[in-house]
C-alpha cells in the first residue's frame, strides 16, 4: 500500500514537472524563477491539498477523477476555510501556508487511519481461518 | 496536450508572459472592478472590506460580492507575486479549464472514448462571442459555473462513505462564488431526486447525506451568504420573475447567442461554414441517439441538457444570471458532440479508445490556430495607467480626484485603480458645454461607485447599512435598511473648488481632448493651480486653493 502512495506521488511529481514545461512554453518569455514559482503555488495551494484529500476515495475513484475532482475541491476548501479564517482576521500570507498544510496532513491521516482498519480487519480475519 | 492548448488558448492575451505592467485582456467595468477589489484585499491581507475607491472613500463597507473569487486570486496573487489582475485573470482561465474537464469527467464515467472525442470542442469558449464571459470580465459566472458542475458531480457519488462532506464544501465554495449557480444546482438536486423517486430508485440515506451537506455548506458560507441576503436581496438583485421574449443582454453589452451561433467564427469561408454544420449536425446527432437511447441513464447527457435548460430561463426574467450560460455551451454540448461522432464512427469500424485520442489530437490542432490568439490588447493605456498609479502613490488618501475627458477610460472602474474617490466628467453635459465654445464656472461630475448598497458592521456579528455614497464626517451604521443610497451621485461643480484635475491630452474624440487642454491652460493661468505630473498623455492639476475663483 505505502509503495501505491509512493508511486501516485511520484505521478504527482512527473505532473508538476510537465504543468512547469507547459507553463514555461505558453510564458516563454517569462523569467523561469516565475514560472516556477507559478507551478509550485498552483501545486500546493489547489492541486496537492485536493488530490491528498480525495485520496480516501482512491478504491473508487482512478487517478485522473481524483486530479480533477481533488484541484477542484482543493480550491473549495482554500477559498472557503481560507475566506473564514479572513474574517476572523487571519491574513492570506498566513493562509496559504496553514490551509494546504492541514488539507496535506488531514488527508495523510484519514489515509494511515484507513489503512489502520484495513490492516487490522486483515489480521483478525488471518487469525480466524483455519490451518 | 488538452491542458496546454486550452491554457495557451485561454491567457493568449497575456502575450506570452505571466507579468505585466498593465492589465491586459480586460475590456469591460466587471473586470476592472474584480481585479481592482482583489489588488486591495490581497493589500489589506484579507477578503473583506471594499475598496475605499469603490464605495465613496468608506474603509468600513464590507465587500457584498461573492468573495471566492476575490480569496483564491488574492491567495494566488500573495505567493506568485503576481498583480492582482494578472491573478484574477490567470485564475478565471484556470476556472474555465476545469470546468472543462469536470464535464470531461462526468462523461468519462459514463463513457472514455466519446469523453475524450467531447474534449476538443471545450477550447471553442475562447471563440465569439462565447469569450465574453472573459473578455467581459464575468469572472464570478465563471467561479460560480466550476463549482455548480462540482456538484453535480458530487451528488452522483453522494453513496460513497463522507462524499457529503465533499458536497458541502463544493456547495459552500458555490455559495460564496456565485450565488446564482447554488439555485441551479439545487434544481437540479431536486429533479433528480424526483426522477429517483419516479423510478423507485430512492434511499433516505441520500437525503440524511444532502441534509448533511447542506448543513455543513451553510456554516461555511453563512457569513457570505448573510451580507448576501442583506444588499442584493434586500436592495433586489434587478431580476423579476416574469415571461419575456428579451433576455436584456444586448442592453448591458453582451452579444447576443442563439443556437445558430454554434459553429461560426471558427473559421472564414467555405471551411468555416463546413466546420459550423460538423458542428451542429454531430451535436443533433448526438441529440437524437441519446433520445433513441433513452432507456441507458445517462448522467452526462442529463447534465449536458440541464446545463442548456439553464439558459433558456432568461425566458422567465432571469436575463444575464441565466444568458451567462450560453456562454458554456460548447461545454455542455460537448457530450453530444461526443456521443454522436463515437456512435457514427463505431458503425464505421470498431472504435478504439486510442482512435478517439488520435481524432481529438487532429481536432484540437485545428480548433487551436482558429480560436488562440484573436483577443489582444487592453482598453487601459500605459499611461494613464501610470497616472493611476502615480495618484496611488503620492496623493493624500482622502482626496478627490475629479477627471475630465479620459478617452477610453470611460468605464468609470478603470479609475479604482487610482485608489482615490473619483469623479468623472458626465460626458454628455460636457459635449454640451464643448458646443457653447466656452468654458464654464460649473461642469456635471459623476461619482466612481461599484456598490449599490453599503454594508457596515454594528457589531461582531451584527451588521447595517450606511446611508450615503460618500462617506460622511458622523455617520453611522444604519439598523434598517435605508432604500437606495443617498447623496448626489452627480454634481454639479464649482470648477475652481476642484482639488485635483486629470486631463488626458489626446483621446478618441479630439475636440474633447482640446476643451480639455483649454480648460487646463486657463487654470494653469493661476499662481496657485500647479501641474504635478505630466506624461505624453496626461496631465493632473493641483488647486493650493480651493474656492478662490479661478476663471478670470
Known sequence: MNKEIKDELIRVGILFLIATIILKIIFYKQDLFTIIKTSLSLFWLFVLPGFILMYYWREKFDFITRLIIGTTLGMAVIGVIGYNLGILGINLTIQSIIIPALCIALGLFLLSKKQGNQNSQNKSSDNGSPE | MFIAVFLFTGLSVFENQ??????????????????AETGYMSE??????????????????????PPLLFETSGLFMTITGLAGYDAVY???????????????????????SIAILSLPLTILVFAFPFNNSMN??????????????AMIWSVKHLKEKKMWIVLGFFASATAIAHQPELIYAALFIIALLA???????????????????????????????????????TGGTGATLSFTTDAGVVGRGFTEITLMTLGQNIYDGAVGTIISILIRLLIIAGIVFTIIQAKKRNYATATGIFGVVISFLIYVGLEKRAFAHRWLWYIYLSVFLGIGLYTLLNRIVKWKTTYSVALAIIVLLIFFPAVSGKTKGTIMDSYNWEALQWISNNVEEKAVVHY????????????????????????DYYIDALRTGQ???????????????????RGPLSFGYYEYYEKQSNQSCLKEFPGLLKGELQQNTNICDIKYYYFNKAGRIEQLAQYNMAIRDLLLKNS??????SNPLVSILKNENPGADCLE
Not at chain 2, 490567470?90 to 462526468?106: D, G, H, N, Q, V
Open chain 2, 528 to 533: 496657485w493651480i500647479k501641474e504635478i505630473y
Open chain 2, 90 to 112: 490567470f485564475t478565471s482561465a484556470l476556472f474555465l479549464l476545469l470546468t472543462a474537464l469536470l464535464m470531461y469527467s462526468i462523461i468519462r464515467e459514463f463513457n472514455k
Open chain 2, 404 to 427: 475630465f475627458y479620459v478617452g477610453n477610460l470611460e468605464q468609470s472602474s478603470t479609475l479604482y485603480f487610482s485608489d482615490r474617490v473619483s469623479r468623472l466628467i458626465v460626458y
Open chain 2, 44 to 65: 489589506q491581507g484579507r477578503v473583506k472590506y471594499a475598496s475605499p475607491a469603490v464605495v465613496g472613500g468608506n474603509r468600513d463597507v464590507l465587500d457584498i460580492h
Open chain 2, 195 to 233: 426522477f429517483r423517486l419516479y423510478k423507485k430508485d430512492f434511499e433516505i440515506k441520500t437525503i440524511k447525506a444532502l441534509a448533511a451537506a447542506g448543513i455543513l455548506a451553510i456554516i461555511l458560507s453563512l457569513y457570505s451568504l448573510r451580507i448576501f441576503l442583506m444588499s442584493w436581496v
Open chain 2, 18 to 35: 505571466l507579468k505585466h505592467e498593465v492589465p491586459l485582456g480586460y475590456f469591460a467595468s466587471d473586470a476592472f472592478f474584480h481585479a
Open chain 2, 136 to 149: 467581459l470580465g464575468q469572472f464570478l459566472f465563471i467561479a460560480g459555473a466550476i463549482f455548480m458542475l
Open chain 2, 439 to 457: 468654458i464654464h464656472k460649473n461642469y456635471s461630475f459623476g461619482l466612481a461607485y461599484g456598490y449599490v448598497q453599503y454594508v457596515c458592521e
